[in-house]
């Protein structure tokens, strides 16, 4: 559990709270904060015991330790496990494996609890603004539960309702994670995840705050208006506010039932997938931070997709995103000079020669379909359970030697969100020469160029 002295400097991270009534619940942050700390308080001490007498087993069992208390946490802490567990070498294979296992389901809030939040969010008469109204959650997850209703117009609508105190639980969530990387930080040294922490942090807020996640979706209208392969549900805005969002209702199959399709079925569908994803990131510097399998449908036997929940979106600075198409150029070019001003450009911290040596070693993994121009599946014959493993191995192995090294925010989720689309397109066993598709989006790019558009595109969608 928490001492006085570590709640203390818990809150003096917390920012301002004065906009946020939820957030502002002290009651609610410290017995989220002492719920929490007493999870992992046992969590910690065996970190604490193995790295003195693990031994070979010690990750292992700090890692099934680690993803027990979070298990038993649930909310917030847990979406953060999720995502830490999909960023490669932030975490060791044991602690990425146990924790990827974790699940975003959650059992739903009952009908009181709806009632109560509409009623807060639509008014006393809020019943009356529909034609019906599913009383049972549609999904539930870590921070709302979406239900299926209809209007008096007939159109069928899902209305996303979030979780009470969410606001609360993340500020007092966040603080944990913090003195929990924090001890990694001192006892493994390979990387400084401050930054990471940062990241994440921020992002985690902004899904909490639903009229940004209604902008979020008509900055994807936007960029994908002309698009005829994916389809972006409709907010209907007089019926939506900062903790509930309501939107039309899309349908399709789970991404999942396709494993088994024809491959040119397969290949469809992976290709709508680089387009859904690539095309808001080299033309407006946009990505959609969320890889879970689940925020895509698949549609007409293949031929079209769903793209669903916009609380993760990530804004790049169009200089970052030039830093990733330099990259690309300096390693098909084998060119150290232009990698290493790449990486300045991504804003990697304390590099060196040695540093540098090493990251290209993820880089071109991360890379390789890209470089490699030929029709092949992601993994080119590795195994999906070994996918990046030995790779990952291979840099944190160095980085603890030469490193610690600072990784940028902005690299969090353009890595997390690369990765999350290559486990679809690994699930698909899809087959495509993936460099052909990117340097056709490259098609006039440049970082002025980007720079316009994405201020276009922002101001359509009012962010």
Same mark, same amino acid.
């Given at each position: ?12 991270? !917390? ?19 002492? #719920? ?9 001490? %065996? ?29 917030? !802490? ?43 969010? !639509? ?17 539930? &997850? ?11 117009? *007939?159109?069928? $609508?899902?209305?996303?309702?979030? +979780? ?20 990694? #930080? ?37 960029? !994908? ?59 407006? &510097? ?34 970052? $995103?030039?830093? $990733?198409?330099?990259? +690309? ?23 060196? %020669? ?5 990251? %290209? ?5 991360? +890379? ?6 030929? $029709? ?6 590795? #195994? ?33 969100? &690369?990765?999350?689309? *290559? ?38 969608? *009012?962010?």
């Amino acid at each position: 559990m928490l001492t006085r002295g570590q709640l203390d400097d818990v809150m003096s991270d !917390l920012p301002d709270s004065s906009r946020d009534p939820e957030r502002n619940r002290f009651s609610a942050r410290l017995g989220r904060t002492m #719920k929490v700390g007493t999870n992992l308080s046992g969590a910690g001490l %065996t970190f604490a015991a193995n790295a003195m007498f693990g031994g070979e087993k010690g990750d292992e069992r700090i890692a099934k330790a680690l993803a027990a208390a979070l298990g038993k946490s649930k909310g917030p !802490l847990m979406k953060v496990a999720q995502m830490v567990s999909t960023i490669p070498d932030f975490l060791p294979a044991e602690y990425a494996e146990e924790l990827s296992q974790l699940q975003a389901q959650a059992p739903a809030m009952g009908w009181p609890f709806v009632r109560r939040r509409m009623r807060a969010e !639509l008014g006393a008469d809020w019943q009356n603004k529909f034609a019906e109204f599913g009383k049972e959650a549609a999904h539930a &997850a870590s921070l709302g539960q979406v239900h299926r209703a209809t209007l008096p117009d *007939g159109r069928e $609508v899902a209305c996303k309702l979030q +979780y009470p105190d969410m606001a609360s639980a993340v500020e007092s969530d966040v603080g944990q994670l913090k003195l929990l990387l924090g001890t990694f #930080k001192r006892l493994d040294g390979s990387i400084d995840p401050s930054e990471m922490v940062d990241e994440i942090t921020d992002r985690l807020r902004e899904e909490l705050d639903y009229a940004r996640e209604a902008k979020h979706m008509a900055l994807y209208q936007y960029l !994908l208006r002309d698009a005829d392969y994916v389809t972006v549900p409709e907010l209907v805005p007089e019926l939506s506010t900062d903790r509930l969002l309501t939107m039309s209702w899309v349908s399709g199959d789970r991404l999942n039932d396709y494993e088994a399709a024809a491959q040119d079925v397969r290949n469809t569908i992976a290709r709508n997938l680089f387009w859904t994803w690539w095309r808001p990131f080299t033309g407006a &510097a946009v990505i959609h931070g969320d890889p879970h399998l689940g925020n895509y449908q698949v549609t007409g036997e293949g031929e079209g997709l769903n793209l669903l929940d916009f609380g993760c979106i990530r804004i790049f600075p169009p200089g970052f $995103v030039a830093g $990733v198409v330099d990259l +690309y150029r300096g390693l098909r070019a084998d060119d150290f000079d232009a990698i290493y001003a790449a990486f300045e450009k991504w804003g990697f911290k304390g590099l060196n %020669t040695e540093l540098v040596e090493v990251l %290209t070693i993820w880089a071109k993994f991360i +890379y390789g379909p890209l470089l490699d121009d030929r $029709v092949r599946s992601v993994a080119d014959g590795v #195994k999906p359970g070994e996918y990046g493993r030995k790779e990952a191995f291979a840099v944190r192995k160095l980085l603890k030697e030469k490193g610690p090294v600072t990784i940028p925010r902005e690299f969090v989720f353009m890595d997390r969100a &690369a990765i999350g689309l *290559g486990a679809a397109y690994l699930r698909l066993g899809a087959e495509l020469n993936y460099h052909r598709l990117f340097e056709e989006s490259l098609d006039g790019f440049s970082e002025a160029a980007l720079g316009e558009a994405q201020a276009e595109a922002l101001g359509a969608a *009012g962010l």
